[in-house]
């Protein structure tokens, strides 16, 4: 069984910053840089949404307009972990935040969410204005 687990999440005011981690861990044979990780998000009353996503070799990226320039995702295969460093944050980027992961045999970056078979619990983060 697989199970990516998100931190990092709490509260900061606008502007500030925040580094999510998204720890994989379970199966043996599991690793990040076997597969393509992504990060999404939900705010209350919306559907969840795609944020960045990383592929899983040469580490190509992708972002939602709405971070592009902002947010950056990085992962460290050593400690078989994603990351998504937030800056400048906003209030409309409140919401809880999802790491995904989706095993590929090439390299990729997958930006929806219905390709991904693995996901975390979520982490929240509030931005205050």
């Known amino acids: 069984q697989v199970q990516l687990v998100e931190s990092g999440g709490g509260l900061v005011q606008a502007g500030g910053s925040l580094r999510l981690s998204c720890a994989a861990s379970?199966?043996?044979?599991?690793?990040?840089?076997?597969?393509?990780m992504g990060w999404f998000r939900q705010a209350p009353g919306k559907e969840r949404e795609f944020v960045a996503a990383?592929?899983?070799?040469?580490?190509?990226?992708t972002y939602a307009d709405s971070v592009k320039g902002r947010f950056t995702i990085s992962r460290d295969n050593a400690k078989n972990t994603v990351f998504l460093q937030m800056n400048s944050l906003k209030p409309e980027d409140t919401a809880v935040y999802y790491c995904?992961?989706?095993?590929?045999?090439?390299?990729?970056?997958?930006?929806?969410?219905?390709?991904?078979?693995?996901w975390g619990q979520g982490t929240q983060v509030i931005v205050s204005s």
């Open positions: 990383i592929s899983k070799s040469f580490g190509s990226t």
């Open positions: 995904a992961a989706k095993r590929v045999y090439s390299d990729y970056v997958v930006s929806s969410d219905r390709e991904y078979a693995y």
């Open positions: 379970g199966r043996s044979s599991f690793s990040v840089n076997s597969n393509a």
